[in-house]
């Protein structure tokens, strides 16, 4: 079932602008993980923060984590137009159960 | 890192016919894989886990019959739809775990879109 939000549900930013987007959830979890998909694709691991951790980066993407409000967000700076893609947040409720809850996604489109 | 396949990406197949889609880890091997469907614009929705050798767990409100899952390997998941009908036309997405060095991270296959007429 679907447990994560994501806001906005769409964004379109400038190519070297930054892009935020949010993710909430309603359960407790283990980790949450973020993907890409670009149109028509399989999915693209990005990143996986554990819920002891508060901030992770790689490269020019920075994912935070906030256990006590639920939420989680994810900054891609200096955007470029390859970057256009829809992101997904994905949360696993314990370290023994692997299964994905995914949100509805922000569906970010950079122009050139 | 870790690859997934799916065959075939695309498929299109008359109302009543049955359809296999196959899921390959290339470079691990995935101690369980889950399929996954997508409507347009949507986002994804978990079918079934299964695990290799054993029978695959499906989500409520999945039926089992007319999704048949099976994991002989631990690099191979088929999902066969069963007389399949336009409702059935979706995306189809599988993902393996166990890939060493990220024993918790599902890496998806590009995906498998059937339509059927």
């Known amino acids: 079932s679907q447990q994560g939000e994501e806001d906005p549900q769409a964004l379109s930013i400038q190519e070297g602008e930054n892009a935020t987007m949010n993710c909430s959830y309603k359960t407790s979890i283990n980790n949450l993980q973020w993907y890409r998909q670009n149109s028509g694709r399989g999915l693209v691991h990005l990143i996986l923060i554990r819920s002891n951790e508060r901030e992770k980066h790689s490269g020019r993407l920075r994912v935070t984590l906030d256990t006590s409000k639920k939420s989680s967000s994810l900054l891609i700076t200096a955007s470029r137009a390859a970057d256009t893609a829809s992101y997904f947040c994905a949360t696993a409720p314990s370290s023994n159960d692997y299964k994905l809850s995914f949100g509805a996604g922000t569906t970010v489109t950079v122009r050139a | 890192g870790a690859v997934v396949s799916q065959h075939p990406s695309w498929v299109i197949c008359k109302s009543g016919t049955s359809v296999k889609i196959e899921c390959r880890s290339l470079d691990f091997q995935a101690t369980t894989m889950f399929w996954y469907r997508q409507f347009p614009k949507q986002s994804l929705m978990l079918m079934a886990t299964s695990n290799e050798g054993s029978k695959a767990t499906y989500e409520q409100g999945v039926e089992k019959d007319k999704f048949l899952i099976n994991h002989a390997s631990l690099t191979l998941s088929t999902l066969t739809v069963t007389s399949a009908h336009p409702e059935d036309s979706s995306f189809y997405i599988c993902?393996?775990?166990?890939?060493?060095?990220?024993?918790?991270?599902?890496?998806f296959g590009p995906g498998t879109r059937l339509t059927v007429l």
């Open positions: 993902s393996g775990l166990g890939a060493a060095g990220n024993t918790d991270t599902q890496y």
